[in-house]
C-alpha cells in the first residue's frame, strides 16, 4: 500500500507539473473582465434604496453570480447565499423585487471579504493604499 500511495504521488506531481496554462488563462480571461466591473460598482452596491437592477445585473449570468459569490470570505455557495437571504438568485425576480436584492445584497456586504474591499465596509472609496505590492520595485 505504500509502495502504490508513493507512486500515485509520484504520478500526481507530475502530471500536476505538467498542466498547461491554457485553463487557467481561459479561466483568468473569463473572470478578469467580471471583476474589474464588480469591484468599479461595489461602491454603488451599498446605497440606500438598493438599486435592483444592479444586483441583478451583477448576478447576471453563471460566472457573473460566482464572481459575486465570491467577494465574500470565504467565498460563499449559491445556496448558502440563499438560504441566508432568503431570496433567490435569478436576475429577472430581484428586478421585480426590490426585497429580495437588499437581502442578497445585505447578506454579501456582511460577509464581505474584509481584506480585499476594506473600503466597503469602512464606507468609503477605494484607493491603493496598502494594496500588495505598492511597496515593491
Known amino acids: 500500500m505504500e509502495s502504490d500511495a508513493a507512486i500515485a504521488k509520484s504520478t500526481f506531481r507530475f502530471e500536476r507539473l505538467q498542466e498547461p ?33 444592479l444586483i441583478a445585473d451583477l448576478i447576471d449570468g453563471r460566472d457573473a453570480q460566482k464572481a459575486f459569490r465570491y467577494l465574500t470570505a470565504p467565498p460563499i455557495s449559491e445556496d448558502d447565499l440563499e438560504t441566508m437571504a432568503d431570496a433567490t438568485l435569478t436576475p429577472s425576480r430581484l ?38 505590492g505598492d511597496s515593491c520595485g
Not at 483568468?28 to 434604496?49: Q, S, V
Not at 442578497?104 to 480585499?116: E, K, N, S
Open 21 to 53: 496554462l491554457d485553463l487557467y488563462n481561459q479561466f483568468f480571461t473569463t473572470f478578469a473582465d467580471i471583476f474589474a466591473e464588480l469591484i468599479d460598482r461595489l461602491p454603488d452596491i451599498g446605497a440606500e434604496p438598493v438599486n435592483a437592477e
Open 95 to 132: 428586478r421585480t423585487d426590490a426585497g429580495s436584492a437588499k437581502r442578497i445584497r445585505d447578506t454579501v456586504l456582511t460577509i464581505i471579504d474584509p481584506h480585499r474591499f476594506p473600503w466597503v465596509s469602512e464606507g468609503r472609496q477605494p484607493s491603493n493604499d496598502g494594496l500588495i
